[in-house]
């Protein structure tokens, strides 16, 4: 690896890494990550190695020697290291929860955290970052029942991760100990804290500084070395950072992680955010492309700290674009807010790239209009079918960079944009007069806006379709009593019609299953506040003929429901 200098202790152990040195998380470094599957994975992998007497290899721990205090600093590899301090100071809590304060002792010391003398300040073996060093030094390096410890608030998402792997940890400990005498639990203890001492297999390698960290990384997945795109991006834009630009490009890195997980987002939302802004600028890309169309592309020191600055800057609109509540729309007209809870819905994350670009672009103004267009637009989509997502999202891509270039202005333009490929008023009402709906949360939603087109009205008059409040009848049920005089290929061919469902008040006679239509069903359909439901009522008998006359009739209605113009 030309020109890069480091250690490698092939022969370490995660024992040995945290007893061995005092380590630290850099400052700006990503705040705590894995969630509690992942520390039931990890508790799990070590303990079917132990059961098998097996070693086992958690991968690689980086570390550089510039930490400011002196203090190595971990730049890869803390979620194992955390997570594994975790798990030792669940079983120091639960030593002292039995009385045995010499053991306890003994394992805080050597794991956790010790007094330094004279000034008894108190030395963790792994500090955390900024955001994380106060709690998880509260939650979990300070001892059950302590002032500290009572004291410890999870303010942040990485808080509450960190408190629910404590408790995994916990109940993890209990389960060890379960049964076994005083002598028998003493021993099982030391069975995993010698494992973790000695065969919980670390490679530990040493770099001088940061950029070199990062520079080793990429060289080290081009020869095999696993690593997910975000941290393959996250490294390729730190180590051509350069020395002097390197704490400005991790600080907006880590604006824009600390955007994306305000919304409880996983680390795959970042992979995805990172290819639909890249996308909304350069034009379509699949996501195996990504890496490399980005390395090809943004070479400089200049070209990484503006693609930083560009993840940053537009972080927290894409997540706003996951968070309908978000007081980012509060600046725009209510229907926005709406619109996105639609969008939400119907997960349509392909049109997410030309969001992003019409909200940096386009004029406030025009932005609920351009959401309502889409909605509709993803509506036809949805019922016509024909186009695969890669092939959807190509499409969208492709009119966010026309955004971006300025040659699409309103949601006029983008309608003429798209006009070639959304389906037209004949193809939507023809394809709608003949679908069937297999999601109850798209069926409550065709019906819900179909209602309130039918009433002109606005949403907040039409009754709510809540679950808990509305159920989303099958009128010909899929398992029809003996009054439904139709054969089994009428039942399965007409179930899941559009014409055959309807909204229905919960009530406490509403429940009506599989019973007949004209004994139970048509008196409940017919006194319901929902107009689309009681015109099913209005019907003598019911039947495919009546299904597919009432499908016709909502097709129509669904073109003006989800219009092909700019509202």
Known sequence: MGGLSFDIQGDGTIGKALSAKRLSVPTNQRSYAWDKTHAIELFDDLANALSQDEEYFLGSVVLTRSGASGTPEVVDGQQRLATSVILIAAFRDYLLTVKDEEFAGDLEREFIMSRAYPSREIQPQLRLNIYDHEYFLGRVLHRHGSPERAAAQPTRPSHRRINTNAVTAAARVKQIVAGATAEQRTQRISNWLNYLRERARLIVVTVP??????????????????????????????GRSGADRLRETEQRWH??????????????????????????????????????????????????????????????????????????????????????????????????PLLLALISHAKAAQIPRALGLLVSCSVRFLIVGGLGGGTLEKHYTTV????????????????????????????????????????????????????????????????????????LEHVLPESPSAEWKLDPDQMEAYYRRIGNLALVQRTPNEDMGNSGFKSTKRGVLAASEFRLTAEIGAQKQWGPREIEDRQRSLAALAVKTWPLKVQ
């Open 209 to 238: 500084d940061d950029t070199q960290a990062y520079i080793m990384f990429e060289t080290l997945n081009d020869r095999g070395l696993e690593l997910s795109k975000v941290d393959l991006l996250k490294n390729y834009l730190f």
């Open 255 to 352: 604006a824009m992680i600390g955007a994306i997980e305000s919304v409880g987002a996983k680390e795959a939302t970042v992979s995805t955010y990172v290819r639909h802004l890249w996308a909304s600028m350069h034009g379509p890309t699949r996501e195996r492309e990504l890496f490399a169309d980005i390395k090809e592309k943004v070479k400089s020191k200049q070209a990484v700290l503006q693609l930083a600055g560009d993840l940053a800057d537009s972080a927290a609109t894409y997540a706003a674009l996951l968070n309908p509540a978000s007081g980012f729309w509060n600046s725009y007209q209510s229907s926005a807010r709406r619109h996105i809870a639609t969008l939400l819905l119907l997960r349509m994350e392909q049109v997410r």
């Open 400 to 471: 966010a960079r026309k955004v971006r270039l300025g040659q699409l202005k309103t949601a006029n333009d983008i309608l003429g944009a798209m006009k070639e490929v959304v389906p037209n008023n004949t193809e939507f009402e023809a394809a709608f007069a003949q679908a069937t709906v297999s999601q109850a949360y798209l069926a409550r939603y065709y019906l819900r806006e179909m209602e309130i087109a039918q009433r002109g009205k606005e949403p907040q008059d039409v009754p709510n379709d809540d679950e808990t409040k509305v159920n």
